[in-house]
């Protein structure tokens, strides 16, 4: 996975002049975080007071809520303060890049829970999804073309949010597992 975002990143680069474009400084980006963190926890401590019973896990729950938000909401502050093309390309494929490291969280966690026999069926369907995945993303590059989407700078904004898309559904997947796990 890690390959595939570091070639779409450089191609996103080489392709979009990423370097050229005004960006965001370290300041900017430092003060995203922080008020991000601070929203995170006003939302945990709103979420620990109004916990579903719902779940066997509401902490885990809670735990998965904000790890989303924060990729959500500094990719949506990033896009804000860098609203080209490049920047919302670098915003979407930095939030892809979280998403990933959060698909490998919870790939482990949900691991860790079940037996030998069941982690070797994990792994299967885990690898039978990066296939297929893999799949997807070599089928939207070809639709994304100008022959058949009619081209333009959208395109491969298209392109990103239809990346990450696919990691974030398979992050919610294995969250959903784990979430209604008793041990």
């Given at each position: 996975?890690?390959?595939?975002?570091?070639?779409?990143?450089?191609?996103?680069?080489?392709?979009?002049?990423?370097?050229?474009?005004?960006?965001?400084?370290?300041?900017?980006?430092?003060?995203?975080i922080?008020?991000?963190?601070?929203e995170?926890?006003?939302?945990?401590?709103?979420?620990?007071?109004?916990?579903?019973?719902?779940?066997?896990?509401?902490?885990?729950?809670?735990?998965?809520?904000?790890?989303?938000?924060?990729?959500?909401?500094?990719?949506?502050?990033?896009?804000?303060?860098?609203?080209?093309?490049?920047?919302?390309?670098?915003?979407?494929?930095?939030?892809?890049?979280?998403?990933?490291?959060?698909?490998?969280?919870?790939?482990?966690?949900?691991?860790?829970?079940?037996?030998s026999?069941?982690?070797?069926?994990?792994?299967?369907?885990?690898?039978?999804?990066?296939?297929y995945?893999d799949?997807?993303?070599?089928?939207?590059?070809?639709?994304?073309?100008?022959?058949?989407?009619?081209?333009?700078?959208?395109?491969?904004?298209?392109?990103?949010?239809?990346?990450?898309?696919?990691?974030?559904?398979?992050?919610?997947?294995?969250?959903?597992?784990?979430?209604?796990?008793?041990?």
């Amino acid at each position: 996975m890690h390959k595939i975002i570091i070639t779409f990143t450089f191609l996103v680069c080489l392709f979009t002049r990423v370097y050229a474009q005004k960006g965001i400084s370290v300041a900017e980006l430092e003060k995203i975080i922080t008020e991000t963190n601070l929203e995170a926890e006003k939302l945990k401590d709103s979420l620990v007071k109004h916990q579903s019973d719902g779940y066997f896990n509401p902490a885990l729950a809670i735990e998965f809520g904000i790890d989303t938000f924060r990729i959500e909401r500094i990719q949506e502050r990033k896009m804000d303060l860098d609203y080209s093309t490049a920047g919302m390309l670098r915003a979407s494929y930095e939030g892809l890049a979280e998403y990933d490291k959060l698909l490998n969280k919870y790939y482990k966690t949900l691991l860790a829970k079940l037996n030998s026999e069941d982690k070797e069926k994990l792994k299967k369907t885990q690898r039978n999804w990066i296939e297929y995945r893999d799949s997807e993303i070599e089928l939207i590059g070809i639709m994304s073309d100008d022959e058949y989407s009619g081209g333009g700078t959208i395109q491969r904004l298209v392109v990103a949010s239809r990346i990450q898309y696919f990691t974030k559904q398979r992050v919610i997947t294995l969250f959903d597992y784990l979430v209604f796990t008793v041990n």
